[in-house]
């Protein structure tokens, strides 16, 4: 069974930092690429950023780029999403999905609250 947890989550003031991680098992993790989304109050689902099997340099979305970094640690089946100079638009809750064989998997999500 595909198991994600995310955690790490919490409320910051603007300008701090925040890491998050996703604990995987259940499925090959150094054979998928892993990804972040978020989720504001009535909005859809954005994606964050993306990172390949093997690590590296991950893609961004615009509204984070500079600012988040995310990467792996296959040893320990574990994807991160390093925050900094955090802004109130980041508020949301955070997902690590994986796609595999045609499937999404979704963790439960990590809260994150930007607010002075």
């Known amino acids: 069974e595909v198991q994600l947890q995310a955690s790490g989550g919490g409320e910051v003031q603007p300008g701090g930092s925040l890491r998050l991680s996703c604990a995987a098992s259940g499925f090959a993790f150094s054979d998928y690429t892993m990804s972040w989304f978020r989720q504001a109050p009535g909005e859809k689902p954005e994606w964050v950023s993306s990172i390949g099997r093997a690590g590296g340099a991950g893609i961004y979305a615009d509204s984070v780029k500079g600012r988040f970094t995310t990467s792996r640690d296959n040893a320990k089946n574990t994807l991160y999403l390093q925050m900094d100079s955090l802004k109130p638009d980041d508020t949301a809750v955070y997902y690590c999905?994986?796609?595999?064989?045609?499937?999404?998997?979704w963790g439960q999500g990590t809260q994150v609250t930007v607010s002075s």
């Open positions: 999905r994986v796609s595999r064989t045609g499937i999404d998997y």
